[in-house]
Nanobody, 114 residues
């Protein structure tokens, strides 16, 4: 059974940093592209960034480019999202999944406010 368990969310002030983790199970992590998404209150879920398999190549939504960094640990079957220079508009529930999406975890809430 494919599972995603996101963690590391919380409340931070604007400009602060946070690192999210997504532990996975039920599939061969190393061969899959992994993607982060987020969903703000009252909005649709949106793409944040991708970690491509077998490489350190990543891509990002324009709204987070230069501030967020995705990394992965194939041995731990975990993907990470380092969030720097946080803005209030980054407030959302953050999710990870494979590409294409197979399932969703419960997400982790991130709140940016002063």
């Amino acid at each position: 059974q494919v599972q995603f368990v996101e963690s590391g969310g919380g409340s931070v002030h604007p400009g602060g940093s946070l690192r999210l983790s997504c532990a996975t199970s039920g599939f061969t992590f190393s061969v899959n592209h992994m993607r982060w998404y987020r969903q703000a209150p009252g909005k649709e879920r949106e793409f944040v960034g991708t970690s491509f398999n077998f490489s350190s190549v990543t891509d990002y939504a324009d709204s987070v480019k230069g501030r967020f960094t995705i990394s992965r640990d194939n041995a731990k079957k975990t993907v990470y999202l380092q969030m720097n220079s946080r803005k209030p508009e980054d407030t959302a529930v953050y999710y990870c999944s494979t590409v294409p999406t197979r399932a969703w975890g419960q997400g982790t809430q991130v709140t940016v406010s002063s």
